[in-house]
Each structure stands twice: as structure tokens, then as C-alpha cells.
């Protein structure tokens, strides 16, 4: 067959080459460069040397696998699990945890010179974990099927839909490994089938396990193609009596053909829709659908940091946008006049009210809404903040929240991040609209991973 090339590339598919790693992308992948093409290269470090495999070509850019390493970085360490590095979990697990810090703080002084607003500013040295490992308290486990028909628990292999077999994950709380493993054992004594995406057959779909930090309370959620488990009571009470700590068990009744994992309604089968966890001197009922941080004693650190910008004197009033079940907000209103919260998700806002009164905080009001209109109303309402705090999802802010945001004229913007990318195009246009920043603090929530949070505070500069 005589296939005609739609571009032309200087190396082709299964070409090997000496190639060295000049800079890694947002996503810790080495570039190897040939004629000025970049070679995507996974598990490679800056300044590394040796035989590169093209896997794959496109018209912008290719990946490739280093299969000889001649060079290697003093940055680089011993893969803690190899398994790990076929489904991508750990995809830095590679690189010292000094450099992987390094790379975080990198990744944020680009993002900032990729919108002219590197000059003159400076970006902090990565707050570091205290544990690099073990750290999630959350774990969402796709639930497969072996050939023996017996369930496991495992995770994609990169790119695919196959469920590579998984015990010890390395990233999760103590003990979230051992309940999974327990509740596999359990599924499987009575027999449960996994669920087929081909066929869309089969019960078990996954495995949602959240547990909180400093209170070991856990809850389970079972999500299944159907709406209910058989011999439901004596599994609930075979969970409960194998892991004592579990105060909710929920099911999800997931029976469309999606790769949300939780897209169904919920069901209750044990305790209530919550669990409990702390941060600081507060206690939080956290809902299966509510968002709460993943990485407990990290959230507490990036919070410190969004209140030291705060600077809260007492008589103020703040709005916390995109504020979750309340965790920033009632932090906050222990230093403030009023704050306010505004939030998407229903349920978080039923959680955050009820945190509000379960610690006894009086001066915050709740809404449900999406923030770029919520904040839009307030300021037709005539609330005047002194300092906005927001801390929005990966996609960052929306423009009508921006402007809103400029029109209340706070005096301070404290803008807590999970993407450098979007919190440097929206502080580029505060920064337009009269508000600057000298400084940009990065912090680890998600070692072993790409991911990188920050804070920066934005002042009104003075006219
Ligand atoms: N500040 C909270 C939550 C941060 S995560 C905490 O630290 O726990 C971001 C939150 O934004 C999520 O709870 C999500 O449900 C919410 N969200 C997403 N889009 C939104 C929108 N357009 N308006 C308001 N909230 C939104």
C-alpha cells in the first residue's frame, strides 16, 4: 500500500538515535531534540545521554523511550515500583525529591514568563512534603476481572482500558491498601462479577475509599452497573466487622457506559453520607460527592500561607470563592468580620453550613452557585470585600469572575492555585486592571506527580 506522508518528520517510527535531554516538559517528560524536532522521551531526565527509540511521530512532535542509557543525572533514583511506571501514578518517581521540588518551582517561573511576569518577581523554593509517599486519602480503584473470574484491584495501564493488578499503590494513607484488599476478599467470597466495559456486563465497577487524616475514620464506596449488591446485608456487616474504622459505606449506581467514575445516584447502605476529618483546631464533615483536599497535612500548609496573605486584622470582609465544604473559609472567619462562600457543588454547601455550626463560626454566609455569577450578584448587592480569596479548579477563573472580581475593588486578591498555567493568565489580567504581586509561593500537594499548587498575593497598587 502505498500511503502518502501527510508531513515529514527527520526521524521515522522505530529509528533509534544518540540523543541527550535538553529541558523536561509541564508534565516531568525529557525532550530529546533531532533537528530541531522534540522527542518526547518518559522517564528521562535534564542532561541524560543515550539511545532513544522513536515510539511514535506526529507533525509538531514524537515520543520515544530511552533503551540505552549512557548518561545518567546525579537527579536520578531508583524506581520505587516498577509496576507503577506502566499505569503512571508515580510519574516522577524517577527524580530525587529534592529535584522533583526543583521542577515544581520551575514549572511555576515558566508559567510566569510565559505572561511577561517573571521581572521582578520571585518564585519561593517548593514547600515540601513530610511524607512524599503514603499521602493520599483518597483512593479511586478501577475493580478487574482475572482469568480464574476472581475480582482485583489495579489501575489503567497508561493509554489504555486494561486494569493492570495493584496491591500496594505507595501513594495512599496507611491502611486505605490493606481495605481495599479486604474488601476485594470479601466481594469475591460471594462471588460477585467484575464488571466488562466491552460487554457492559458484569457489577463491580470500582472502589472509592476516603479516609480521614487525623481522625482514621473511613468511607467506602461501591460503584456498580446495577442498583443494588446481592446478599447486601451480609457484606455491609462483613466490611464492618473487618474494618471497624468504616463509618459509611455508599453505593453508586453507575449504569452508564462512561469513564466517570461516579456519575450515578447514591445510595446509603451503612452509617450516613459522611466521615469526619480535621484541619487546625476544626472538624469537617466531609460527603461522598463533596471535594476535599487530598493531601491533609499539605492543604493545612497551603492554607497557612493563603491566611499569612490574608492578613487579617479582624474587621473585614472576605469572599472565599470556590470554597468546597468551607475549609479555607471558616479558617479564615476566625480572623475576620464576615465571610462569604460561594460553591457549585449543593451538597459542599450543605456540608460547609453544617461545618459552619458544628464549629460553632457564626459569621460566614454559604451560597450555591457558580462563582462568576454569585460574585457578579454581590457586587450588584452592594457587598464590599476587603480581600478576595479564590481557589479554583484546573481551568482557573472565568472572565465575567475577573471582572466582577475588579469591579468590587478589593484591596487584596489572594489567588490559591492548582495550575501555574491558569493562575498566570488570570493574574496577568488583574495585574492589567491595576493589582500587582512581588512574590509566588509554590507548594507539593501530589509528590511523585507533576502536579504543583501555589499562592500569590495580589495587592492594589496604589493611584
Ligand atoms: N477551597 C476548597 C475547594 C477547592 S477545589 C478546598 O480547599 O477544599 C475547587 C472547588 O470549586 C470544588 O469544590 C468545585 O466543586 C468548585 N467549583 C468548580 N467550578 C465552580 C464554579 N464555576 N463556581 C463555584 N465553584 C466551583
Known amino acids: 500500500m502505498n500511503v502518502k506522508q501527510k508531513y515529514t518528520t527527520p526521524v521515522q517510527k522505530n529509528d533509534t538515535f544518540e540523543g541527550t535531554i535538553e529541558d523536561l516538559t509541564f508534565q516531568g517528560l525529557g525532550v530529546a531534540k533531532v533537528e530541531g524536532y522534540p522527542i518526547f522521551v518518559e522517564n528521562a531526565l535534564t542532561g541524560e545521554e543515550g539511545t532513544i527509540l522513536v515510539v511514535s511521530v506526529g507533525k509538531k512532535y514524537g515520543y520515544g523511550k530511552m533503551i540505552d542509557l549512557k548518561k545518567a543525572s546525579p537527579d536520578r533514583v531508583e524506581l520505587v515500583d516498577k509496576v507503577s511506571s506502566q499505569v503512571g501514578t508515580m510519574p516522577l518517581q524517577h527524580m530525587t525529591y529534592q529535584a522533583q521540588l526543583a521542577f515544581k518551582q520551575k514549572q511555576v517561573a515558566d508559567a510566569l514568563h510565559k505572561f511577561g511576569l517573571d521581572k521582578g518577581r520571585t518564585v519561593h523554593p517548593t514547600v515540601a512534603a513530610d511524607q512524599p509517599f503514603n499521602y493520599r486519602n483518597k483512593a479511586q480503584i478501577p475493580i478487574g476481572t482475572n482469568e480464574e473470574g476472581q475480582l482485583y484491584s489495579g489501575f489503567y495501564r497508561k493509554n489504555s482500558h486494561d486494569i493492570i493488578p495493584v496491591e500496594d499503590f505507595k501513594i495512599q494513607l496507611p491502611g486505605i491498601d490493606e481495605a481495599i484488599a479486604t474488601i476485594v476478599a470479601i466481594l469475591n467470597k460471594h462471588n460477585l462479577k467484575g464488571y466488562n466495559e466491552q460487554h457492559h456486563s458484569g457489577l463491580i465497577r470500582n472502589l472509592v475509599i476516603r479516609k480521614g487524616y487525623y481522625t482514621d475514620q473511613m468511607m467506602v464506596i461501591i460503584v456498580v452497573n446495577g442498583h443494588s449488591l446481592p446478599e447486601e446485608e451480609t457484606i455491609v456487616s462483613e466490611i464492618v466487622e ?222
Open 242 to 463: 473487618a474494618l471497624p474504622n468504616v463509618v459509611s459505606i455508599m453505593l453508586n449506581a453507575n449504569v452508564k457506559q462512561t469513564n466517570v467514575v461516579m456519575s450515578g445516584q447514591q445510595h446509603i447502605l451503612y452509617g450516613a453520607d459522611r466521615y469526619e476529618d480535621k484541619m487546625f483546631d476544626l472538624t469537617y464533615e466531609i460527603s461522598s460527592k463533596s471535594f476535599f483536599q487530598i493531601n491533609t497535612p499539605q492543604a493545612e500548609k497551603l492554607y497557612q500561607l493563603a491566611i499569612r496573605a490574608a492578613d487579617l486584622q479582624g474587621d473585614e470582609t472576605v469572599i472565599d470563592a470556590y470554597s468546597g465544604i468551607g475549609t479555607i473559609t471558616l479558617s479564615l472567619a476566625q480572623k475576620a468580620k464576615t465571610v462569604y462562600g460561594v460553591e457549585v457543588v449543593a451538597d459542599a454547601v450543605k456540608m460547609a453550613k453544617n461545618n459552619a455550626a458544628k464549629n460553632a463560626i457564626h459569621n460566614v454566609h454559604f451560597e450555591t452557585g457558580q462563582a462568576e455569577r454569585v460574585m457578579g450578584e454581590w457586587v450588584k448587592a452592594g457587598v464590599k470585600p476587603n480581600v478576595v480569596v479564590v481557589d479554583p479548579p484546573r481551568k482557573g477563573l472565568d472572565d465575567y469572575f475577573i471582572n466582577s472580581t475588579i469591579e468590587a475593588n478589593p484591596d487584596k486578591i489572594v489567588y490559591v492555585s492548582c495550575n501555574p498555567t491558569t493562575m498566570a493568565r488570570d493574574v496577568a489580567k488583574f495585574v492589567e486592571a491595576g493589582y500587582d504581586f512581588t512574590e509566588v509561593q509554590p507548594l507539593d500537594m501530589f509528590p511523585q506527580t507533576w502536579h504543583v499548587e501555589c499562592v500569590v498575593l495580589m495587592s492594589r497598587v496604589e493611584k
